[in-house]
């Protein structure tokens, strides 16, 4: 598939300001990201200078960079009556004109001279809940399906805030971020599950773990009903 021409642009670049006490079994949280000026790198493990306090659940190299995009952001200041600045939902990348959590598993984004790949939605926690003090945010983040995307560093480089962000690949399986999450939210994730798993097993993509689980998960309930 030929490369797609420039869409984006990257509004923000965050990571974290400080760690925060917080409840969950970690004790701490790098929730807290704050835009940063100039260029930063991006390495394995996501931007440089960042921290990920649970890897086990929020970071790791399947989740390095998560982006939010400017039209979802939008969409929940509206909803919300405030302001949704760049790194309150804790993201590390605020993006403008790509549909962030419509974005394709397995997408690829030239971001300066770094190049990421959409690997999953995000799924609320009880901490973003504590961060934001809305009342059921979990549910209500969940809900909207606007999720964001976590993305893998398949090459790492530098970004800087103004970057046009390109969509390099698309995958022809379809299956977009706000799809996934919500077909396995309503628990009828078998055909997307589906298109995911071939794929996955032709080399289109390459599936987190989690996301692999989750398809094999879906993908069987037929053969069990």
Not at 9 to 23: G, I, K, M, S, Y
Not at 37 to 58: C, E, L, W
Not at 97 to 117: C, F, M
Not at 151 to 179: F, K, M, N, Q, S
Request: with cysteine; hydrophobic share 40%; charged share 25%.
């Amino acid at each position: 598939m030929p490369p797609v021409a420039a869409a984006g642009e990257l509004l923000a670049v965050c990571r974290v300001h400080a760690l925060q006490a917080d409840p969950g079994p970690v004790g701490v949280t790098a929730i807290d990201k704050r835009p940063v000026d100039g260029p930063v790198k991006v390495r394995a493990f996501g931007v440089y200078g960042d921290v990920q306090a649970d890897r086990a659940n929020h970071g790791g190299q399947e989740q390095a960079v998560y982006a939010y995009g400017q039209d979802d952001a939008d969409w929940w200041s509206e909803q919300l009556e405030r302001e949704i600045e760049p790194g309150l939902f804790g993201e590390n990348l605020r993006v403008r004109g790509i549909p962030v959590s419509h974005a394709v598993v397995g997408e690829r984004w030239a971001v300066g001279s770094a190049l990421l790949e959409v690997t999953q939605p995000r799924t609320p926690c009880a901490t973003f809940g504590r961060r934001m003090g809305e009342d059921r945010w979990v549910k209500r983040f969940a809900q909207a399906n606007r999720t964001g995307a976590y993305l893998r560093v398949v090459e790492t480089g530098t970004i800087t805030v103004g970057d046009a962000v390109e969509v390099t690949y698309r995958p022809e399986h379809g299956v977009t971020l706000a799809d996934w999450f919500g077909a396995w939210a309503s628990g009828d994730a078998t055909e997307p599950a589906r298109r995911l798993l071939s794929a996955h097993a032709c080399g289109d993509i390459c599936l987190t773990e989690e996301m692999r689980a989750r398809a094999e998960q879906a993908a069987g309930r037929l053969v069990e009903d």
